[in-house]
């Protein structure tokens, strides 16, 4: 008497399991794009708060160091006073392996300028294939570049895509910036010069390059183009250093040659989302005549 029962218990125990993970299936991607979307979103906010800092940081000392008043901000780059005290773009790039997490490290950050210390919240590391090997290195996210002067060999610029394929959205046309630049029109030198006739001169005026890419999103083709597809990772582009991600092939949000990033989705190596945090400011020079 009690084994119909108990077969009708059991069934529909294994029915009500069934409809679970049913259910679950169908809310597990919206539960997944919150909780992914949590995470980029601070994230980005993260970066863009600690970009800012830096770059009004980065403003503020060089409007204060003693420069001549005529030295334009080419010239304050140029200058060994400046780059061992405020900031040398050569320092952009932290070896690692030479310098490992611990009191080696602490003591490397230290002694650099003072505006290169400000950008080691936005620095990521990464297995870098150079030339001469794969090194792990601490750096500030773009494409690793090979340098005379930098201490490890290598810098960091940041790519700005200018062009793309209208039904790819694959990237055909960028430039490369550097992490700090001066505040200006393309082509047309900036106001860091004092100028007693100009009142608009004698300006430090910075901008910071960071790209932001997400670990967790798909870049798509924008509206204006007409479609909705995913921009598909471009491997032709770049040099002959590249990222090397910690996913299959390489693949990782800051991965390939030009640190765009390449992510395994849908079947496809696409691009991260990704934004360019171009945070600015403005100080103006306290210069002696």
Known sequence: MNRPVKHAWVTGKTARQGGVAVEFALISL??????????????????????????????????????????????ALADP???????????????????????????????????NRSLRPLMITSDVQTPDGQRRLLHMPGAIVASATSPTGLSVLVPRILERDPSTGEETSFELAPVLEEIGAPGLPGKFAFSSSDTTSGIAGVRLNVPFQSAAFTAFLPPDLGTNLPIEANTGLGGDISIVGPGPGGAGPYAGSLGLGRLEALGLSV???RRLIAAQSLFRREVAL
């Not at 994230?43 to 001549?68: G, I, K, N, T």
């Not at 061992?84 to 650099?112: C, K, Q, R």
């Open 30 to 75: 919206a539960l997944y794009l919150v909780v992914a979307g949590m995470i980029s979103i601070g994230r980005w906010m993260a970066v863009q708060q600690s970009a800012q800092d830096a770059a009004r940081f980065a403003a503020r000392e060089l409007a204060l160091y003693p420069l001549p008043a005529e030295y334009t901000f080419a010239d």
């Open 81 to 115: 006073g400046f780059r061992s005290a405020v900031y040398d773009p050569d320092h952009t790039v932290v070896d690692i392996v030479a310098n490992p997490p611990g009191p080696d490290l602490e003591a490397w950050f230290a002694a650099l300028p003072v505006v």
């Open 271 to 273: 691009r991260p989302f």
